[in-house]
């Protein structure tokens, strides 16, 4: 990790204005590897997974104040410019069956290269891809663009040995058994006005109205390149495509009496049973075998050092696509807020305000359905009071909101793109969120402090929209298709991530010693309720289930306050919460992979401050 940054203000006062200027600049990089395949066994090879960003960008704002007996004017303009350029390499270093590393097997005479011929006369190349960026160069000399704008190119699969899919890492270096990779730049300028005006009505009474127009715009580069497997030219594999007829090499299996269990294991030459035919011609599986053993067993064939890899979707190919991608939105928000003060200590406040998220795009899968999504717009209501209470020793706020979305953000999946389902960024019809929030501080006496805060939320979907549920184990996408797994009927569905309710309270006692200093004892209390992860989906194996979270603190502090010795136990009762998880696919077997907070942590720290 590498993060560099610098900022500068100017302030210009004058009798009752003040001109000020912020910039700042920032430039950060990372990059990690991270061991994908979630297992220690390396036998059937270990999925690595590479990312890089790297983001550089500048910041400008001026703003003017301006303020009389009763009123005060606020207007400025605003400017960020903003590049980013993210890379990834999903590559399997171990590669034990040569997956990705050999030349794909493909049982046609002529080898390798009579496959090419075959591609080419799909739209295809004979000759090998030659880096990430030839896509690019295509589109660059003029080749034609699909409906989407960008270029598609696809070839053989002649492996990957560390030489030919270069391009992913920060280095240079070019790791072997690439599986997918891309390089994707991300070029934004987003600009604002604004101006805000308060007026003090009486002693009692304040509005305040603002307006905003901002503009945001985005231009893309999406390099992808990798292999996939594809179920709709396995047929070329068995029949000869180009020329029609059985491939001759498939033909010399397929009819040998030798091989006629296997043949017939496979269910007969219809397209369903394709696949089957192609693993058995290529050497991959014994088919008569498989069958009997009810499938095939961890360190059957197929699985070992040498063997040939089993093709579990369809015949390999490679590919490398690039698409260019430009578009702006701007919008026009404001706010309007009323204040109603009839004592010094107690507030009320009524407001609403609009705000919006600018639309963006969908890299790195190559989405058909959903390249690009638009703006997200939100308009937001608030009734609230702030109050001391007590003569000074209670501290209450409160308040009610309901926020009203319009093509909200997010996350679903959607038939199309590269593996024919993608994961997209989309825009919702329409979403609400409604609740009730506060918090509350307690003087007991001169040492003793409680608090208490708490939220309830009710975030739900109020339109229709359609859905393919990828994560469903009792909806493999190998079995049901894309049709079949999806559904509607998600108006009223809880929006993700967000508990009912949440609840905090705490305590502080300050034990005062005199010269030797005092000793604070601090505890605090939170419970979170169970919340989904998997929106609109709302099953069990996305849940998150309530958690109590319990800390406890006692330190010893000096009366200079420069000597602090501290005990604390963190998670007292040791309980799990889930912050994060993720659901994966049939190609995880449908595992949960879950973030939790930390377990139970106790321990002493010594501190001594050099300066007060």
């Known amino acids: 990790f590498d993060h560099q940054a610098v900022a500068l203000n100017l302030v210009y006062t004058g009798e009752n204005w003040e001109l000020k ?61 903003s590049t980013i350029n993210q890379r990834l390499d999903l590559y399997d270093r171990f590669d034990t069956q040569g997956r990705y590393q050999n030349d794909a097997n493909y049982s046609l005479v002529g080898g390798i290269d009579k496959w090419g011929a075959l591609l080419a006369g799909f739209g295809g190349q004979a000759a090998p891809l030659l880096d990430m960026y030839q896509a690019q160069r295509a589109y660059e000399n003029g080749a034609p663009v699909a ?48 101006t805000q005006v308060e007026y003090q009505l009486s002693p009692k009474w304040a509005l305040t109205g603002g307006v905003r127009y901002a503009k945001d715009e985005k231009e893309a580069n999406e390099r992808l390149i990798g292999m996939s497997e594809s179920i709709a030219l396995t047929p070329c594999t068995i029949f000869n495509c180009a020329a029609g007829g059985l491939n001759s090499n498939f033909a010399a ?48 064939q197929g699985t070992n050092p040498g063997d040939e890899p089993i093709r579990f979707t369809g015949v390999p190919i490679a590919f490398n696509i690039y698409r260019p991608l430009k578009n702006d939105w701007d919008t026009l928000t404001w706010r309007g807020n009323i204040d109603f003060q009839p004592n010094e200590d107690t507030l009320f406040y009524l407001s609403a305000t609009t705000g919006w998220r600018s639309g963006g795009y969908n890299l790195g899968f190559f989405s058909t359905a959903t390249p690009e999504y638009d703006e997200e717009k939100i308009l937001a ?35 199309g793109g590269l593996f024919g389902v993608s994961t997209n960024i989309v825009n919702m019809p ?10 509350v501080t ?39 298709t894309a049709a079949e797994r999806t559904f509607t009927g998600f108006d009223g569905a809880t929006l ?52 109590l979270r319990w800390d406890a603190r006692v330190s010893w502090v000096t009366a200079d306050e420069k000597w602090e010795v501290a005990s604390f136990v963190n998670n007292i009762t040791g309980e799990l919460g889930v912050r994060q998880l993720q659901a994966l696919g049939e190609d995880w077997n449908y595992m949960r992979q879950a973030t939790t907070n930390d377990p139970q942590v106790y321990g002493l720290s010594v501190t001594y401050r050099v300066l007060n």
């Open 21 to 81: 200027y912020m910039t700042g600049y920032t430039d950060f990089f990372y990059d990690r590897d991270t061991d994908e395949d979630k297992t220690g066994n390396d036998r059937l090879g270990s999925y690595d997974f590479y990312v890089l960003q790297e983001n550089e960008n500048w910041q400008h704002e001026l703003q003017f104040t301006w303020d009389s007996e009763d009123w005060s004017v606020t207007s400025g303009a605003f400017l960020y410019e």
């Open 147 to 194: 409906a989407d704008g960008g270029v598609t190119l696809f070839a053989p699969w002649y492996g990957d040995k560390g030489t030919g899919l270069r391009g992913a890492r920060h280095s240079g270096e070019s790791t072997p058994g690439t599986i997918f990779a891309w390089d994707n730049d991300i070029f934004t300028t987003a600009s604002a006005v604004y």
């Open 253 to 300: 299996w397929a009819f040998n009496p030798a091989n006629t269990e296997d043949f017939n294991a496979c269910g007969g030459l219809t397209f369903s049973n394709l696949l089957c035919m192609m693993n058995a011609a290529n050497g991959a599986i014994d088919a008569s075998q498989v069958i009997a053993d009810g499938g095939i067993p961890v360190g059957g």
């Open 381 to 415: 209501y608030e009734l609230g009071y702030k109050g001391t209470l007590l003569e000074g020793r209670m501290q209450l706020n409160m308040s009610v909101y309901l926020y009203q979305y319009d093509d909200i953000h997010t996350i679903i999946t959607q038939a």
């Open 430 to 439: 329409e979403a609400q969120t409604y609740g009730w929030e506060g918090d």
């Open 442 to 480: 307690y003087l007991f006496g001169d040492n003793t402090t409680v608090g208490l805060n708490w939220s309830y939320t009710k975030a739900e979907f109020s339109g229709d929209f359609a859905v393919i549920d990828a994560v469903n184990p009792e909806l493999p996408g190998s079995v049901f």
């Open 496 to 547: 993700p991530k967000i508990p009912e309710w949440k609840v905090t309270g705490w305590l502080n006692y300050t034990w005062q010693l005199g010269d030797n200093g005092r000793v604070d004892f601090f505890t605090t209390a939170g419970w979170t309720d169970e919340y989904y992860f998997s929106a609109p989906f709302e099953r069990d194996l996305e849940a998150t289930p309530a958690f």
